[in-house]
């Protein structure tokens, strides 16, 4: 009998999810992936602010802005606007103004989640299957902050890792039709 629950931090549950939530919109695995780790990168950054663990400077500000922009677009994906770029090979979401790319996000989903990954990525992508994309997309982070990994608030809870139970994501699945 496989395992219900995974001991895991949020970050990797974040890409999985959002890498589902982006594959169920139409995007293809690689372009999902990308995205995923996109989403996830953006929340980390934001959550690192909010806690005072990373702080922008004026100085990394300007050096941004000194960039060189190619056609940059932005793509909502679990309600978060990543910013993203065609490549030859698709959409890759950004990191500094590098594409991400979708082989080193399955390496990390690979190293985080181990021999769990499978049954965790079809028990997300049931969930995802029990909506439709133009609900999925509204609902995706809502449905995340329903199944994520429990952990401590403020700084102990940076990096900590909590049960992913995948019973719960079958669980919201068959609600589907009650989640607002």
């Known amino acids: 009998m496989a395992k219900k629950t995974i001991l895991i931090n949020r970050a990797p549950v974040l890409t999985l999810w959002a890498s589902v939530v982006a594959e169920r919109l139409g995007f293809v695995k690689d372009e999902a992936l990308s995205l995923g780790k996109g989403v996830a990168g953006l929340t980390a950054q934001s959550k690192g602010r909010r806690l005072g663990i990373y702080k922008l400077v004026p100085k990394e ?12 677009f932005l793509v909502e994906v679990c309600g978060r606007p990543v910013p993203a770029i065609n490549t030859a090979d698709g959409v890759r979401a950004l990191n500094k103004n590098k594409p991400i790319d979708p082989e080193g996000a399955e390496r990390y989903l ?5 021999v769990d990954l ?4 079809k028990s997300m992508r ?15 982070f809502r449905l995340y ?6 952990i401590p608030d403020g700084v102990a809870g940076w990096g900590a890792k909590g049960k992913l139970d995948l019973d719960r994501l079958g669980t919201l699945a068959s609600k589907s039709k009650s989640i607002s």
Do not use: H, M, V
């Open 145 to 150: 902050e329903r199944f994520r990994p429990s």
């Open 110 to 114: 690979e190293s985080k989640f181990g």
């Open 126 to 140: 049931d969930l995802a299957k029990a909506f439709k994309p133009e609900e999925l997309a509204d609902k995706s």
């Open 61 to 72: 500000i300007k050096k941004a802005r000194a960039e060189k922009r190619g056609e940059e």
């Open 118 to 121: 499978g049954a965790a990525r």
